[in-house]
């Protein structure tokens, strides 16, 4: 689920495993198409949003590779997203979900730009423009700019906001049962959080 543009599942398929992706982006996509056709790979893709999954068969595992679970702002379509998740295991099926608690930016780095060049010498470059970070509502707006090419001369500026919710000990707990979906374990990360393996609650 979020499998973008295809990192690490082309890597899986390539490895011989049967992974099918997930995506709400047609773009990202698009560009996981063009990948898997330069490496000859046959992958299935679904343009479907996590909170609207109906892929029509179950499986032995669902996964995120990263925390895009909290990209789900809404706790209806979090809802929602826990019960596809539930209606597409087999019964002996596992669902790791990553999450972590995301802290305040630093001021000092608000504005500030981060530049990468590109193996053919593109330079792209992102800076946080702003942040609005709610404690009580567990939930940041983040704002940031993205451009290509050299600031003095710039190729393509974009500005994106994201939101990310995070979540109280037990509280995804809670939400996960009502979809009757019982923890299993969970693994930490230590700093970048913790990854929930989550059964259907009837098989536990
Ligand atoms: C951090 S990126 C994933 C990166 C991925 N590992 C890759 O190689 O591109 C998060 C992805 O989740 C997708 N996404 C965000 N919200 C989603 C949702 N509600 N349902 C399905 N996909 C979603 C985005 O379109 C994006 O491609």
Sequence with gaps: MGCGHGEPLLELVAAGLDVTGLDSSPDMLELC????????????????????????????????AGPTFQLIID????AHALHRIAAHLTPDGRALIPLFTPQPADPATIGVWREHVTADGETLAVRTVA??????????DITLEYRRGPSTEPIELVERTWSLRW????????LASTAALAVERTVDHGQFGRSLILTLASTT
Aim: aromatic share 12%; hydrophobic share 35%.
């Design 33 to 64: 198409r063009l990948e898997a056709d330069r490496r000859d790979l046959r992958v299935q893709l679904f343009c479907q949003s996590m909170q609207a999954m109906d892929i029509g068969r179950r499986f032995r595992s669902i996964y995120l």
């Design 75 to 78: 706790l209806a379509d979090v």
């Design 131 to 140: 942040e609005s970070y709610r404690l009580g509502e567990q939930r940041v």
């Design 167 to 174: 979540y109280d000990d037990g509280e995804f707990e809670a």
